[in-house]
């Protein structure tokens, strides 16, 4: 279900200027490539091909044109960085496929800008997968996250009707037609906070399909995920967005969004399971989890659920401090999490997000 995509970086080998690198991994995974050795593989797994080589070597330019006509690439963005900008490289840039090209080196800004300009074809293409339910589901659900969120940022109301609405139509879709363009679609958006809030509902939409919970559970499941960081709206975005790893004081504020979202959800009397789900998904089974130490059966079947999602989707989404992990191993590493999760709800989990095949469930009225 996870494609694990990545900047594929194409080069010959040759010095050159290659500071841009580390402007691409604060935001995305990469994959370094001489010409010769780019595969078919490589291509389909890339958001976005960047090109640095010599383009006045001959040798190049056969081994390049070949990689370039692989009918992977025909949907794939490709971005050649030109040592010098002149009528030549231009002209080859473009006889070699190029979808643009830039000179480099160049400010950090102009990179930055033209590199997200190519990715978000990527991102167009990802919605086009999307039946119409699938998309509309996803438009509207998307906008009451980002809007839910900042209300509760600004203290003001935070209601359930438009909540439900969206995730009424996030299940209706996922019942026809499945998770997994859904899923891609999502993962292109550029907020990790919403991005992930969504990726858990849609992760325990389906969970919740393949266990077979009646649509009241359902639909408390998904309210549950979509507003189950809430309290993450109360921290800074100087802690929420930092790219590197929390210091022990900032960790201690950023553990402080479940109380955060318990206070927010009850002031705005939410149903007690919804609270439970905000409150308590990091909760451990052993007790050594947050915000009340809950162990053993005092966790919930609802939090149980929801941890298992949250987790998941953490491990297999890319942050500023750490590159995706496939879902193989994300799942390996959670059934080895005994006393953290519950481990006979993880290998149900698996069903969810370890099929090639797109599944769609039938769930109870």
Known sequence: MHSNQHVTIVHDGNKHNKSFIELVKRYHDIKLVEIKSLSAEDIKRSLLIIVQVDLKDPENLRPLKEKMSMPERENIPVLFLLD???????????????????????????????????????????????????????????????????????????????????????????????????????????????????????????????????????????????????????????????????????????????????????????????????????????GEGYPHRQKGRDVSDLARMTAIADVFSGLVDKRSYKPSMSAEKAISIMMEAEGHLDIPLVKAFQAVVLSDEEKTFAYQQ
């Not at 496929?97 to 990179?111: E, H, K, M, R, V």
């Not at 659900?141 to 969206?166: C, I, L, P, R, Y």
């Not at 019942?175 to 899923?183: F, I, N, V």
């Not at 960081?229 to 201690?252: A, M, V």
Request: proline content about 2%; glycine content about 6%; overall charge negative.
């Open 84 to 286: 010098e900008f002149n009528r030549r490289q231009i002209v080859q840039s473009n006889i070699l496929g190029a979808t643009d090209y830039i000179s480099y080196p160049c400010p950090d800004s102009n990179f930055i800008e033209i590199m997200g300009d190519l990715i978000n074809r990527v991102v167009e293409q990802a919605w086009s997968k999307l039946s119409p339910i699938q998309e509309n589901a996803l438009k509207v659900s998307m906008k009451v996250v980002e809007n839910t969120f900042s209300n509760a940022a600004e203290g003001m109301d935070v209601a359930q009707e438009d909540v439900k609405d969206s995730c009424d139509m996030i299940i209706e879709a996922t019942s026809k037609d499945g998770l997994t363009d859904w899923m891609n679609a999502i993962r292109q958006h550029h907020n990790y906070t919403y991005r992930h809030s969504m990726m858990v509902c849609g992760y325990l939409t389906s969970f919740g399909m393949l266990l077979g919970v009646k649509k009241a559970d359902l639909q408390m499941l998904a309210l549950g995920g979509m507003v189950h960081d809430i309290g993450k709206s109360k921290i800074s975005l100087n802690i929420l967005d930092k790219p590197s790893k929390l210091d022990p004081h900032e960790w201690k504020i950023m553990m402080g969004h479940a109380e955060h979202s318990r206070i927010i959800l009850e002031t705005n009397n939410w149903h007690e399971d919804i609270i439970d789900i905000a409150t308590h998904h990091h909760e451990r089974l052993d």
